[in-house]
């Protein structure tokens, strides 16, 4: 299949390309499909649930920002894009992806060598950082990436270029070794003045992420004296408002590469790397070392990957922690609702759910839910 296969004239969006499972819809059927399904998924607490907050309409084009495609060699040239029936549908140009991506894919289509001498398997672009996953364990030939290429990628808006050596590509995009910096920054600051590396993730729609972020610093209203705990904190987006705050905040991060743009995002947060169920000891010996006059707040914010929070951390959470008030980002709703029914037998009420559309033209949507201690003391519920 050409890269200029046949593509649908009104939108730019190829015919086959399985990305936008809601590409066929308008924008208020997209919410309104969104909203019956977190009814539904939330039902005990759909009182509360409040309408998906989204962005205009003409905000739901040219906004993807990190983007992960697979790739093909074949005599047409280079394709990048994502996999139906078997192959690789090319997405140059998806109207869905921010000119700066567009751009470094149609400059790497062009200078990359031939697949046999360049077997590229996967492409990243987390922002202006770029990454080239090759399905070898040495460095290919590099002599493309010239200072031409280098204007061009520059002027495309990258500002670091990476190799990813991983000999086992294929259904998994990523190794633990093999990461060679090949031009450029290793970090790219965004517009909110976060550092960000080729693989951490961040939430691409910047005004929405901040009203959630701001809806949870309302709710949890931190104090200089509070306790905060930030579980699976990324890159430290809430670690910097928290301790703007000046109270008392630690992270919980797995990912080495989050770890280290979170300790330069939020200098303030002592951080702690690692799966939040094996740091638990550390989080316990943090909240005992800290000042316990003036009664402070205990306070939580997790944004926990689809699987939800961790049963172990949940118990945790609940016995050992107690949090007065809680603030659960999910991207999940069915393991939304799992953790909430435990929260609520143990001790806690939802007071609010708050929908944002992350991913417009998606079946994806993000709820934020707001908790607080009951009254009394909490019990351990199976």
């Not at 003409?58 to 994502?82: I, P, Q």
Request: hydrophobic share 40%; proline share 7%; aromatic share 8%.
């Amino acid at each position: 299949m050409s890269v200029n296969a046949i593509i649908n004239s009104r939108n730019g969006c190829h015919p086959l390309c399985p990305g936008c499972t809601h590409g066929k819809m308008s924008h208020q059927q997209s919410l309104a499909v969104k909203q019956q399904r977190l009814a539904k998924q939330l039902a005990p607490w759909s009182d509360r649930l409040a309408p998906v907050r989204t962005v205009p309409p003409e905000a739901r084009w040219r906004y993807r920002s990190n983007v992960c495609l697979k790739t093909a060699w074949d005599a047409s040239g280079w394709r990048f894009g994502l996999v139906a029936r078997k192959t690789v549908i090319p997405i140059h140009d998806c109207p869905v992806h921010t000119e700066p991506v567009c751009r470094a894919v149609a400059i790497l289509a062009e200078k990359l060598p031939a697949g046999m001498v360049f077997p590229l398997v996967y492409y990243l672009q987390s922002g202006a950082q770029a990454t080239l996953v090759v399905k070898q364990n040495t460095l290919p030939d590099m002599s493309w990436l010239n200072a031409e290429t280098v204007s061009r990628l520059e002027t495309a808006g990258i500002e670091g270029l990476w190799v990813h050596l991983h000999p086992a590509a294929g259904k998994r995009v990523l190794g633990k070794k093999g990461w060679r910096l090949a031009w450029g920054r290793p970090a790219s600051a965004g517009s909110d003045g976060l550092e960000c590396g080729p693989v951490a993730f961040r939430q691409v729609i910047g005004p929405l992420a901040d009203q959630a972020l701001s809806t949870a610093e309302t709710f949890l209203n931190p104090r200089p004296e509070d306790l905060m705990i930030d579980l699976y904190c990324g890159i430290g987006a809430g670690l910097v408002r928290w301790t703007r705050k000046q109270c008392h905040t630690i992270g919980v991060e797995l990912g080495q590469e989050a770890v280290s743009c979170a300790r330069r995002n939020a200098p303030a947060a002592t951080l702690l790397r690692g799966r939040c169920g094996l740091r638990l000891p550390q989080l316990t010996a943090w909240i005992d070392s800290r000042p316990a006059a003036g009664k402070p707040a205990r306070l939580l914010y997790a944004n926990p990957p689809r699987t939800g929070i961790e049963d172990t951390v949940l118990k945790w959470i609940i016995s050992d922690y107690r949090p007065d008030r809680i603030a659960y980002l999910s991207c999940n709703a069915a393991g939304l609702s799992r953790d909430l029914s435990f929260l609520t037998s143990n001790g806690y009420e939802v007071n609010a759910l708050s929908p944002f559309d992350f991913f417009p033209r998606t079946h994806h949507v993000e709820c934020l839910a707001l908790l607080t201690a009951v009254s009394g003391n909490t019990v351990l519920s199976a």
